[in-house]
Nanobody, 127 residues
Framework: QVQLVESGGGLVQAGGSLSLSCAAS????????MGWFRQAPGKEREFVAA????????YYADSVKGRFTISRDNAKNTVYLQMNSLKFEDTAVYYC????????????????????WGQGTQVTVSS
């Protein structure tokens, strides 16, 4: 079992920044690939970013590339999402998720493939 707890959401004006954190417990965090997803009202949950277990590779959705940065600290069992130049359309509930991937397996962007999820944190960007 893995427990994931997100924090750091809130209300910010367009153009501003927010930093999200996701604290993990219950399994060896450093073995898991970690992802961030988001879900806006009336929309499906979508991939935002992912980072491999040793931070070797990072992946981003085209919509956030150049604005968001995913990072992790395995000593603190925490994954982060730094969000800059926020836009109204970034408004959503943001979730972190984990998956154990064998070496060589492609990092998935489908939420259906991730094993564990946090409860989500609301990010609201005012225009």
């Amino acid at each position: 079992q893995v427990q994931l707890v997100e924090s750091g959401g809130g209300l910010v004006q367009a153009g501003g920044s927010l930093s999200l954190s996701c604290a993990a417990s219950g399994r060896t965090f450093s073995s898991d690939t970690m992802g961030w997803f988001r879900q806006a009202p009336g929309k499906e949950r979508e991939f935002v970013a992912a980072i491999t277990r040793s931070s070797t590779m990072r992946y981003y959705a085209d919509s956030v590339k150049g604005r968001f940065t995913i990072s992790r600290d395995n000593a603190k069992n925490t994954v982060y999402l730094q969000m800059n130049s926020l836009k109204f359309e970034d408004t959503a509930v943001y979730y972190c998720a984990s998956i154990y991937l064998p070496v060589g397996r492609t990092v998935p962007t489908s939420p259906n493939e991730y094993d564990y999820w946090g409860q989500g944190t609301q990010v609201t960007v005012s225009s």
